[in-house]
C-alpha cells in the first residue's frame, strides 16, 4: 500500500501533468483543426506556399489543386527576402552580423469569390551571426534561415485561416443554378 506522503505526491503529480502548461497536440489545441479544403495560390511566393501547404495539411485541413472545389483560396503573392548588415567588426571592417527579412503578402476568398481575409501584408525578420572563416556554412544558414522565415509566416497564415469563420453561402450547385437563369 502507498503512504499517505506517497499519495499525495502522486495527486500532486497527476494534477501538474494534467495541465501540460498549455501544450496540446498538433491540431488538438484550441480553435480545433483547419476543417476546409483551401487551394493555395503562391505566384511569386514558392517558399511561402510550399510551407503554407505542409501547414495546412499538418493541421488537419485538405489540399486540392482544383480551384473550384475548394472552400478557401488563398492567394499569396510577392515574397521578398532582404538582408541588411547591422554590425560591422570595428578592428577588420568585416560584417558581424546579418539581418534577413521576409516580405510577403496575401489574401483569402470564399470559392464563390466573397474575401474573407482582405489583402495583408506581412513581415517577419531574423538575425545571424556572420562568420567570415566559414563562408560555406554561412551560406547555408542564410538558406536555412529563408526556409525559416518562411515556415513562420505559413504558420501565421495557416493559424488564421484556422479560425476564420466562413460567411452562409448558398452551396455552390444553387449558385450556378441562379445564375443560369
Not at 514558392?46 to 493541421?59: E, H, K, P
Request: proline share 3%; charged share 20%.
Amino acid at each position: 500500500m502507498l503512504t499517505h506522503f506517497a499519495r499525495l505526491a502522486l495527486a500532486a503529480a497527476l494534477t501538474l501533468l494534467a495541465g501540460c502548461g498549455g501544450w496540446h497536440l498538433r491540431g488538438a489545441g484550441p480553435g480545433g483543426s483547419l476543417d476546409h479544403i483551401v487551394y493555395v495560390s503562391a505566384g511569386g511566393a514558392n517558399d511561402v506556399g510550399r510551407a503554407l501547404r505542409t501547414q495546412i495539411v499538418n493541421r488537419g485541413g485538405r489540399l486540392t489543386n482544383v480551384r473550384k472545389s475548394a472552400d478557401l483560396i488563398v492567394d499569396i503573392s510577392g515574397e521578398r527576402f532582404e538582408r541588411q548588415t547591422l554590425s560591422v567588426d570595428p578592428d577588420t571592417g568585416k560584417v558581424r552580423e546579418v539581418q534577413l527579412q521576409l516580405t510577403t503578402s496575401f489574401a483569402v476568398r470564399t470559392q464563390s469569390g466573397t474575401l474573407v481575409v482582405p489583402r495583408e501584408d506581412i513581415a517577419w525578420q531574423l538575425d545571424y551571426v556572420f562568420d567570415e572563416g566559414a563562408v560555406l556554412g554561412t551560406v547555408e544558414q542564410d538558406q536555412v534561415i529563408r526556409r525559416d522565415l518562411a515556415e513562420i509566416a505559413a504558420t501565421a497564415i495557416a493559424l488564421r485561416l484556422q479560425v476564420l469563420e466562413l460567411p452562409e453561402e448558398a452551396p455552390i450547385a444553387a449558385v450556378n443554378a441562379a445564375a443560369a437563369q
